[in-house]
């Protein structure tokens, strides 16, 4: 008898420790609720989807749930912003269905396989990528690599015309690189300017900002005031575009 009372008090008490999970929608949003036993509400923002599960100890009432989310939907946006950017920026497969990004915007990647011809093409919100049967990622990279290059082809030129004239320099050559560290480089002595690849992803105005700070260089070749001077001289919201690609 004495053994089946602590078997049953046993039981009892690991029922109660128990964490139980339901799901409840607080302010539009799907919220994993755990309950166990804990003293505080904790909220978690959840990769890759920013889902959200918030674990409230067992005897909390659901108003006070619901306004512990509700206090803090600034916090839950901000974080599901951050991991929508790093899905974003995650490694791809070039696979249809992912997610390619062009002068700041999204479209979905479709893959077009066994075709004749190699191509990158848009179509409304999806971007086209044909390629031969067996193609796997470092030729689809490359592809879309060459693809990326020459939209910087179609905007650069333009662009750094426009802006030579605006201030009053020349530059003998400019390229595109795939750059790991820096948006841009300029080359004084053979004013030759390097874009990096990758500011084909982002916003125009963020290319237009790299055009100006490098060919900005040849009037001062340093980061002192009076480059910055140069800058908001010419380009006034500079510093919105340089905080932009830092966010990016």
């Not at 904790?42 to 889902?51: N, T």
């Not at 249809?96 to 062009?102: F, N, V």
């Not at 919100?125 to 030729?139: I, K």
């Amino acid at each position: 008898m004495a053994s089946l009372i602590n078997v049953l008090i046993y039981y009892t008490i690991k029922r109660k420790n128990e964490k139980q999970r339901m799901n409840m929608f607080i302010a539009g949003m799907e919220v994993e609720v755990v309950k166990k036993k804990i003293k505080n509400m904790h909220l978690y923002v959840l990769p890759p989807d920013g889902s959200l599960r918030v674990t409230v100890p067992h005897k909390v009432r659901e108003d006070q749930l619901r306004a512990f989310v509700e206090s803090r939907l600034d916090w839950i946006h901000k974080h599901q912003s951050k991991l929508k950017q790093i899905a974003v920026s995650a490694p791809k497969s070039f696979a249809t269905g992912e997610t390619i990004r062009l002068w700041g915007n999204d479209f979905v990647l479709m893959v077009l396989e066994n075709a004749a011809k190699k191509d990158v093409f848009i179509d409304g919100n999806t971007v086209f990528l044909s390629v031969p049967a067996g193609w796997e990622f470092e030729r689809r990279e490359t592809l879309i690599n060459d693809f990326y290059r020459e939209q910087l082809g179609y905007e650069l030129p333009a662009m750094i015309k426009e802006w030579e004239e605006r201030l009053g320099v020349s530059v003998r050559e400019w390229c595109v690189r795939n750059m790991k560290t820096r948006w841009g480089t300029c080359n004084i002595r053979k004013r030759r300017i390097t874009f990096n690849l990758q500011l084909a992803k982002k916003g125009l105005d963020c290319l237009e900002y790299v055009v100006v700070h490098e060919l900005a260089h040849l009037i001062v070749s340093n980061h002192s005031k009076e480059f910055k001077d140069v800058l908001s001289r010419h380009l006034p919201n500079w510093k919105l575009m340089k905080n932009k690609l830092k966010g990016l």
